[in-house]
Structures are given as C-alpha cells and as structure tokens.
C-alpha cells in the first residue's frame, strides 16, 4: 500500500496563492505517475493536474492552465500543486493520487489516494 498525505490547503482570498504538498509512503514514489483532483459541493471529481514519474512531463486542465503547476521531488517522495491567481470557482476538496499509467486524465488511472485538503477562495 502507499500512503498519501496533503497539507496547505486553507482559506485565502482571491488573488491569492496556495502550494499543497502531497507528502507519500509506502511505495517507491518514483515508480508512479502523480496526479491532483478536485471535488467542488455538489460536483463531480475533477481533474487538474499530473506529472510524470521522472517529473519531464506534465498535463494541467485547461480550467488551471497559466494559473497552477504540478511539480514533484523524488528525493522527498512528496508532489506539490503550485496554485496562484485563484479564484472563488478553484473552491474545492483537493485529492493527490498516485498511479502506473503515465499523465492520466481520469480517476481510474490511479491506485492510490489521499484524503483531500479544503481549499477555501473568498471573493
């Protein structure tokens, strides 16, 4: 099993900015693909983010194009989502995950999660 834990989320107000850590165990982080989602009230998980094992190659969804950056350390076994121009709309439970299939888009990809971090945009 691999275990995930992220950190940095809170409230700040538009404009802002915000770096979430996904902090992992267990497993050798450099052997999976790393990717953030987010889960609004009443909405479906989405997709926002992935990186790369060896970090060369990342995917963000047009909605966080220019304003977040997936980055990840594989000496600290640890993933971050740089988020900066945020707006009340990036409102939402953000979730790392870890997988085996390269830079995917969908939930399915993954194998293993964390337990997701409140984000909180004020307008």
């Known amino acids: 099993q691999m275990q995930l834990v992220e950190s940095g989320g809170g409230l700040v107000q538009a404009g802002g900015s915000l770096r979430l850590s996904c902090a992992t165990s267990?497993?050798?982080?450099?052997?999976?693909?790393m990717g953030w989602f987010r889960q609004a009230p009443g909405k479906e998980r989405e997709f926002v983010a992935a990186?790369?094992?060896?970090?060369?190659?990342?995917n963000h969804a047009d909605s966080v194009k220019g304003r977040f950056t997936v980055s990840r350390d594989n000496v600290k076994n640890t993933a971050y989502l740089q988020m900066n121009s945020l707006k009340p709309e990036d409102t939402a439970v953000y979730y790392c995950?870890?997988?085996?299939?390269?830079?995917?888009?969908?939930?399915?990809?993954?194998?293993?999660w964390g337990q997701g971090t409140q984000v909180t945009v004020s307008s």
């Open positions: 990186i790369s094992r060896g970090g060369a190659s990342t």
């Open positions: 995950a870890a997988g085996t299939r390269p830079l995917s888009v969908s939930s399915r990809g993954y194998d293993y």
């Open positions: 267990g497993r050798t982080f450099s052997n999976y693909a």
